[in-house]
Every structure is written in structure tokens, then in C-alpha cells.
């Protein structure tokens, strides 16, 4: 008899540990840039643009059609997905940072999703964009944000003149190695368009900004008027930072994988596509018969097919949980001159477009791939970008403490073929540009506000996509997305009704501070 408990005790042992390692997988976050639901092919059966590595990535894993960027724009996107917080509840209200803006906006003390990680043993990395915020500093040590530049506030002189004081012999002081990140690469905000061409490594500028970017030499196309007249680092070339970007992280994976084969890691590859402005590298200019932003779409799909080649090259790829998906809605400019000049709909088949608040600015892609664990398929409930740090504790069987996650779900019910098909979220919370605020919760969304929350469209060449309110003088909006998926009729005097309950749940929300039980 105490031969077999001993038998049982040891295959019980030995399942608890195969149980941790599956736990345990490696994990590859790709966040695309303004990347809209109608840009992916197995999204958009009427896509222009051939996605072929997306569409395969789709039909191996779990292809979300309810799934949310948490703003409608880039920097309150990027915080909310590292931190599983909403990026309101800062009490930032800036929009994005441009230039050398900062501080980081992710708190010293606030726990990140690799911070997490790499308390589990990870080793964590990110690699692109990081748009949070950084301190640079003069060469006194004074941070550069702290300087008053006489003058206009938000003009050009002033973004030059903070890139020109800084000392870049100094260290960032709160940068992604500050925010649980054991490497990074990348740059401070948009590679393209704001101000500082240049890039970081670590804590570092290893090649500074020297000269004034000759915009004159610049591509000349309807993508291509998004670059701010900044400081260009020597060798920094606009048509090639995907590529750059690609190299990094298939560098530090090779290395990590020959390092430490049997330690998990991380990787955050944050790419510059499809953000204007849309220059392809040489190879791909043409390739995908749907103009400029067209091929640079195509080129973003090659950066993932290139990812998950290396993968299957280092043989980690079937322990490895793969997460892609936007930060926000299409850009305008891109919206309007590929509906014009393609045919091709970023947006489709939703209202609006980045910044605003109708699901065309935060109804994005999301596609997880996690073999032997999580069942090829399409699934129908609502998840945000805020859920990925909830998830990931959750898949790594970690409890997050009562300060962290405030607005993060976990959504592994979902992916492990458990669903019983009840939401995971009694509600989702939305953010524009200006930090209006929306709440979702099952087919019910209301809107807080009036108009888009972001763009305009009195104005320019929105103008022709602008829709009549159907209740003009109500202060905010209120529409029924099963039965008016476009939030075309605005229910908020025909059903006051749920106004309130969703006014009360919002305003709840916010003076708790948390949506996460």
C-alpha cells in the first residue's frame, strides 16, 4: 500500500511540475501601430492588402473579433497595456508625447506586465516604439521637461530647443530598464515623425542627433507628410527602422534562446507600422498593389512572419504564446485616401477612425497563438489590451496584488477551450485623445460625450464621413451595437433608462478607481 502512495505521490509530483512548465511558456507580444481592423485580411474578407503571415497566424491560434485597444491613440494605449490600468486614471490628459516628452507615465512603483514576468524568472525585452514618456536630461542633470523654453508652448522652436539642450551623454533615468524590462531598443516616440530621430539601447543615445531632417529629401506621397522637422542621428534612415527593429529582436532572441535555453522569456516588439508616415523599405515599395501605406502593411506582415520564423529557427515556437494585435484605429489620412484611391476600408466595417470614440478608433485586431493549449478558432468576447497582464499572470499562475490591474481580465478562460461563453468583463472602458470617456458593457455602449471625442468633422476632409446625430441636443450618445453595429441611431432619449445605469457604472468606476473586481 505505501508503495503505491509513493508511486501516486510521485506522479502527482511529476504532473504538478509538467503543470508549471506549461505555465511557463515564452511569450511574444507584436503591437502593431495604427493598424486598423479592416487592414488584416482574415478581418476584412474586402481587404486590398495581402496579409498572408497574419492570416496563417489567424488560422493557427485564436482570432478575437471583439477585442479593444483601451484609447485612441498611441501613448494612453501603450501605458494601459503595460500596467493593465487605464491611462486616465493618471490623470494624464496630454494626448501623446512628442520630442523628448516626459516623464515616463508608468509610475516608479506601479508593477508592468515584464516587471511581472520577470518576477516569474523571465528574462523580458522590448524591442520598437516605447511613446510612455522619458526623462532626458541637460548637462547639469537637470530633466529636460523641467526647462521653460520661452515662446510658443507647443510650437516647433520649442521641441527643438528641449532635443538641443539635452545632454544625451547621460542616462534616461525612467525607460523601459526602469519599468521591468531587462533590455531595450527603440525609440522615444513615433521613429518617423516626432522630432528626434535617433535610437536608444538601454538608458542610452549611442548615436545622438546631429543635423536637422532635409524633409525636402523625404518620399512625396499622401502618407508621407507626417515628419516633423526634427534632429536626425547619422545612419538613421526612415525606410529602414521595421527592419532595424526586426534585427534587434531576432538578435536578442537568438542570443537569449543560446544563453538560457530553458529560462522563459518576454519579448515587446512594438513596430512602426503602420504609423505615417508610410515609407516601405525599397523591397517592399510596390509589393502590395495597394499603394504607399498599402505596401507598408505588407512590410509590417513581413516583420511578422519574420518573427515567428526565428522562433521555429530556435525550436522554442511550440512554447511559445504569441500575442498580435493594434494600438489603436486607422489614421485619418489613410482612411480617406484608401477608401479614395484602393478601394480598401482600414476602418471596416466600423464608424470612425483614431481618436474617436466610435469603434473604428479602438475595434481592433487580435489574434493569439498558443499551440497544444489554446484551440484554433474565432471567439467572440469582449477583451482589451488592458487584459494582457491579468492573462499572462494568469497563464503563468501568478496572483497580482490589489495595487496592480486595476482594469486588466484575465481572458485564458478563452483561449484554453474552458470558455463557458459568459463575458469575462461586466464592462469595458474606452478613451479618446482627450481622455473622454466611453463604457461598453455587453451589446450596450455609451458614449460620455458628444461628437467623435477626437477628430473633428465639421471641417477638412472628414467632412464627407460625418453622420447627422440622431439626437442633436442629448450630451451624450448611447447605441445598441447588436442591433446598430455602425452607432448610427443614438438611443439616449429613447432609453434613459440604461443612460443612467451606464452613467452610474462609469462614474463608479472612475471614483474606485478600478473596473477589475
Given amino acids: 500500500m505505501s508503495r503505491r502512495l509513493t508511486f501516486l505521490g510521485g506522479l ?24 486598423g481592423y479592416g487592414d488584416v485580411g482574415c478581418y476584412n474578407p474586402e481587404s486590398k492588402i495581402p496579409t498572408p503571415n497574419l492570416d496563417r497566424l489567424a488560422k493557427s491560434g485564436v482570432r478575437f473579433t471583439d477585442a479593444h485597444s483601451p484609447s485612441t491613440v498611441c501613448t494612453p494605449s501603450r501605458y494601459s497595456l503595460l500596467t493593465g490600468r487605464m491611462a486616465f486614471r493618471t490623470g494624464y490628459r496630454g494626448g501623446v508625447f512628442t520630442g523628448v516628452g516626459g516623464p515616463s507615465l508608468i509610475e516608479a512603483d506601479r508593477l508592468t506586465l515584464p516587471g511581472m514576468l520577470r518576477q516569474q524568472g523571465y528574462a523580458t525585452a522590448a524591442v520598437g516604439k516605447w511613446h510612455v514618456g522619458l526623462t532626458f ?17 507647443t510650437g516647433p522652436a520649442k521641441e527643438l530647443a528641449r532635443i538641443r539642450l539635452v545632454d544625451f551623454t547621460r542616462p534616461i533615468t525612467d525607460g523601459p530598464v526602469h519599468r521591468g ?38 518620399p512625396k506621397h499622401p502618407y508621407a507628410n507626417d515628419c516633423r522637422r526634427g534632429l536626425v542621428a547619422p545612419g538613421f534612415a526612415h525606410d529602414q527602422v521595421d527592419l532595424v527593429f526586426l534585427e534587434k529582436s531576432q538578435a536578442w532572441l537568438t542570443a537569449q534562446v543560446k544563453r538560457a535555453p530553458d529560462q522563459p522569456f518576454f519579448l515587446y516588439h512594438a513596430t512602426q507600422a503602420a504609423h505615417l508616415p508610410s515609407f516601405a523599405a525599397p523591397s517592399f515599395q510596390g509589393a502590395s498593389q495597394a499603394g504607399p501605406h498599402g505596401d507598408f502593411i505588407t512590410e509590417l506582415d513581413f516583420v511578422v512572419g519574420e518573427l515567428l520564423a526565428t522562433l521555429e529557427r530556435l525550436g522554442v515556437a511550440d512554447n511559445t504564446l504569441i500575442v498580435f494585435s493594434s494600438d489603436n484605429g486607422p489614421e485619418t489620412t489613410a482612411v480617406v485616401h484608401m ?10 466595417p466600423w464608424r470612425g477612425m483614431k481618436r474617436d470614440d466610435w469603434e473604428g478608433g479602438h475595434r481592433v485586431p ?19 489590451l488592458t487584459d494582457l497582464l491579468a492573462t499572462c499572470a494568469a497563464v503563468t499562475g501568478t496572483s497580482l496584488p490589489r495595487n496592480a490591474g486595476e482594469d486588466s481580465f484575465s481572458f485564458l478562460p478563452a483561449l484554453t477551450g ?18 473622454d470617456l466611453a463604457l461598453r458593457r455587453g451589446d450596450w455602449k455609451f458614449l460620455d460625450h458628444r461628437g467623435s471625442g477626437g477628430n473633428r468633422y465639421e471641417t477638412g476632409e472628414l467632412v464627407p464621413f460625418a453622420l447627422p446625430d440622431t439626437a442633436p441636443t442629448a450630451p451624450g450618445q448611447l447605441y445598441d451595437l447588436k442591433s446598430d453595429p455602425g452607432e448610427r441611431h443614438n438611443l439616449y432619449f429613447e432609453r434613459p433608462e440604461i443612460v443612467k445605469e451606464l452613467k452610474t457604472l462609469l462614474d463608479q468606476s472612475k471614483a474606485s478607481g478600478r473596473s477589475a473586481p
Fill in 181 to 218: 524590462f531587462d533590455y531595450f531598443f527603440g525609440t522615444a516616440c513615433c521613429p518617423t515623425t516626432d522630432w528626434l530621430y535617433a535610437y536608444i539601447e538601454n538608458d542610452r543615445v549611442p548615436t545622438p542627433p546631429t543635423t536637422l531632417l532635409d524633409v525636402a529629401k523625404l
Fill in 339 to 348: 477608401r479614395a484611391d484602393q478601394g480598401h476600408d482600414p476602418a471596416r
Fill in 366 to 384: 487580435l489574434i493569439v497563438r498558443w499551440p497544444g493549449r489554446a484551440a484554433p478558432g474565432v471567439n467572440d468576447q469582449t477583451v482589451c
Fill in 12 to 35: 502527482l509530483v511529476a504532473s504538478l511540475t509538467a503543470a508549471a512548465e506549461l505555465r511557463r511558456p515564452n511569450i511574444v507580444v507584436i503591437l502593431a501601430d495604427d493598424l
Fill in 418 to 435: 474552458v470558455d463557458d461563453g459568459r463575458p469575462r468583463r461586466a464592462f469595458t472602458l474606452h478613451q479618446t485623445i482627450k481622455s
Fill in 137 to 153: 536630461q541637460t548637462a547639469d542633470g537637470t530633466p529636460v521637461h523641467h526647462v521653460k523654453i520661452p515662446g510658443d508652448d
